[in-house]
């Protein structure tokens, strides 16, 4: 699991997820909120398969007629999902996997369309066909497997803490009562606090971003999502901004797909349980760069 295990490796996973959002490592092309195409990354683990046929996937089907991918991400989660606003390059782990995948079904990543997608409206994007699947910190959830398929999960991580630097009254989970705790509209952190934390108040945007803004200026007390995510916002402001305890949630990452397209979430399975080299590649290009150790996490085949 990724679970980050001393303040001492915190802090260095933050210093060194700045590093990967300045550098944008494995870039792909966009254009602002339209998401746009990509630009191919020479260091990629993966080539471009050829020939691909999958029968019985209406939403390979519909790759094909459209000729490209369009793939739902996040655009402000440095090391995960992140797009450089003077660039309009997408870098980060759940880019890269996003771009394996396209790749696995025959499509370069001069055929992508990154379309970020804010968290309540990732069931929608999909159900209504605006992406063919979403590659953005996607919490596998028995309440969304109801609307959606996943295929993995793919990455597990732990929900944290956000806080000013010069917070000293909140050190974990158990120190939020009687405070302001902010996440993203829909988000599974978010709907943790409003269930398991009664005590605490629980605020919402319709991005992170918004959250770590309402931080800065004193609306909210903490921020909270998964401690990968955190750690990259506290590594864009150290001198403000820090992530204090340990995971208190198991989160696990999948690709959502539309619900019903058995054949796409087995094949992204066999991908992801027959790429471990790959997988390690991509993570050791992007998160593994903050010193952290995991290990990939077997598909669910259910």
Not at 66 to 84: A, T, W
Request: proline content about 4%; overall charge positive; glycine content about 12%.
């Amino acid at each position: 699991m990724a679970l980050f295990r001393t303040k001492k490796a915190v802090l260095a996973a933050a210093t060194a997820a700045l590093a990967l959002a300045l550098s944008a490592c494995g870039g792909s092309g966009g254009s602002g909120g339209s998401g746009g195409g990509a630009e191919p990354s020479a260091s990629a683990p993966y080539t471009v398969a050829s020939n691909v046929s999958l029968t019985g996937s209406p939403t390979f089907d519909k790759i094909k007629s459209n000729g490209k991918v369009r793939i739902g991400v996040k655009q402000d989660q440095p090391g995960l999902g992140f797009m450089d606003a003077a660039t309009g390059q997408y870098s980060g782990f759940d880019i890269e996997i996003a771009k394996w995948i396209a790749a696995s079904l025959g499509y370069g990543a001069d055929k992508i369309e990154f379309k970020p997608i804010p968290s309540a409206n990732r069931e929608s994007a999909i159900q209504n066909g605006d992406i063919d699947y979403s590659v953005g910190t996607y919490s596998i959830t028995d309440s969304r497997k109801k609307q959606v398929d996943f295929a993995g999960p793919y990455f597990i991580t732990g929900q944290g803490l956000l806080v000013k630097k010069s917070n000293t009254t909140i050190n974990s989970d158990k120190d939020i009562a009687g405070k302001t705790v902010c996440s993203a509209t829909g988000s599974t952190p978010l709907q943790n606090i409003q269930k398991n934390y009664p005590q605490t108040k629980a605020q919402s945007f319709d991005t992170y971003s918004q959250c770590v803004d309402a931080l800065k200026n004193g609306q909210v007390d903490a921020v909270t999502t998964d401690q990968a995510i955190l750690l990259g916002y506290a590594a864009q402001d150290p001198d403000n901004l820090k992530v204090v305890g340990q995971p208190f949630t198991t989160e696990k990452y999948g690709v959502g797909l539309p619900k019903g397209d058995t054949a796409l979430r087995k094949f992204i399975n066999n991908v992801f349980t027959n790429g471990k080299d790959t997988w390690q590649k991509i993570y050791d290009s992007t998160l593994g760069k903050s010193g952290t150790k995991v290990e990939q996490p077997a598909v669910d085949n259910y």
